[in-house]
């Protein structure tokens, strides 16, 4: 485990792409409807505030791990909402936000990015760009 003995909130991304539920629409393989992106990133938001109150948690830091689209949608979040989302855990994300600036302040957040040097779907790239964004903005 994780986190033995704290809560776990596991929501399920609503989006249909055949069969597999998503957080975000696709243009294609690989390619992010960054719009989507964002709306769904600021749903994310609005979710862990409901579950802070829902689930009386207080000001305890809410972490989020997440693997290929489920990393991306955390690595957004985090991005885009970091009060909201301050932590993340990410296997296999590509960078979310197109080219989009994440949040003016990310001083307090934590990213860790766990990708392989042979991942086609998210190639070291975009490794690359994301911690050159959080270190310019934090």
């Known amino acids: 485990l994780l986190a033995p003995g704290q809560p776990v ?53 809410i972490l989020a791990v997440g693997f290929s689209n489920g990393a991306n949608m955390a690595l957004a979040t985090t991005l885009l909402h970091p009060s909201a989302l301050p932590a993340t855990i990410a296997f296999s994300a590509r960078w979310p936000l197109g080219d989009r600036e994440p949040a003016a302040d990310l001083s307090g957040t934590r990213i860790t990015l766990l990708n392989g040097d042979a991942d086609a779907m998210a190639p070291l790239v975009d490794v690359e760009r994301t911690v050159r964004e959080a270190l310019a903005h934090g």
């Open 9 to 61: 909130l596991a929501p399920r991304g609503s989006v249909r792409e055949g069969s597999a539920a998503r957080w975000f629409r696709r243009h294609a393989e690989g390619v992010f409807d960054v719009d989507d992106v964002v709306a769904r990133a600021a749903e994310l938001a609005d979710l862990v505030a409901e579950a802070r109150s829902a689930y009386a948690l207080g000001d305890r830091e």
